[in-house]
């Protein structure tokens, strides 16, 4: 488990001791790549997998800021300092591996390049950065498998099967209800890691109203008269200021 941007690292890492226990790891704050890298045995206790657990990297994790430093520097510091972080990363699974025919599968929370954020997708237009948008050539081609967190839709970036972002199991906005989510549910032999999507179904439906106040008024009837649990988001766009308009759209209970 490794925190992403809206984590506490602190809050993640405080039940660390007591988790790898339960052979629970959790990585919240960055840490250096021999604490973040695993390598983890198979249900006959040998070992089966090499994994980079590599949480989001925030600024202060990338470099340290000098007097006079520009955006366009500040940026290109902290895409190289995640570029390194990740090939210290690699070596380490590599030491970790040691010539066994297991995977190495690595993990990250940013946003790579050629990643599509769909409407807002809960996702602001960021810079290159610790959550801007990174190459893909951040990840070395020694990673067998790299699964991706920040972008909430499930797909593959620049085409390649071995990176991906399985998305949000669960829709984290209403511009994202009407997007399939799945889960990645891997499978491995000797080195080769191949991957493929499993559905989750919707627990609660979600729909989106818009209009003038008659179309919104038209739209909640038809769906109150479904017979099912809806959750709508109402956005009014008719020319007319209306001033009571959660008063009067709260009519029905969908």
């Not at 591996?97 to 997708?121: E, N, S």
């Not at 209009?211 to 766009?237: C, F, M, N, P, Y």
Request: hydrophobic letters at 40%.
């Amino acid at each position: 488990v490794i925190s992403g941007n809206h984590d506490s690292p602190t809050f993640l890492d405080a039940p660390g001791g007591l988790l790898s226990a339960m052979r629970i790891h959790v990585v919240g704050r960055a840490r250096e790549p021999e604490e973040e890298c695993l390598l983890l045995n198979g249900a006959d206790g040998s070992p089966a997998l090499v994994a980079c657990a590599v949480p989001f990297l925030r600024d202060r994790d990338l470099y340290r800021a000098a007097d006079g430093d520009g955006a366009d520097e500040r940026d290109a510091r902290m895409a190289e300092g995640m570029k390194e972080h990740y090939r210290r990363s690699a070596l380490v699974s590599e030491r970790l591996r040691a010539g066994r025919d297991i995977p190495v599968l690595a993990m990250g929370h940013l946003f790579a390049a050629g990643g599509q954020a769909f409407g807002d997708d809960g996702v602001r237009d960021l810079r290159v950065g610790s959550l801007g948008q990174v190459s893909a050539d951040v990840f070395p081609p020694l990673f067998d498998y790299v699964a991706l967190g920040h972008l909430h839709s499930a797909q593959k970036v620049h085409g390649e099967e071995r990176l991906r972002y399985a998305g949000s199991p669960l829709p984290m906005g209403f511009d994202e209800a009407a997007r399939p989510r799945e889960v990645r549910l891997l499978s491995t032999k000797g080195r080769n890691v191949s991957s493929r999507g499993v559905a989750v179904p919707s627990f609660q439906r979600l729909e989106r109203v818009e209009g003038s106040l008659a179309d919104i008024e038209k739209a909640l009837r038809k769906l109150s008269q479904e017979k099912e649990s809806v959750w709508a988001e109402v956005v009014h766009t008719g020319s007319e200021p209306v001033a009571d308009l959660r008063e009067r759209v709260v009519l029905q209970k969908l």
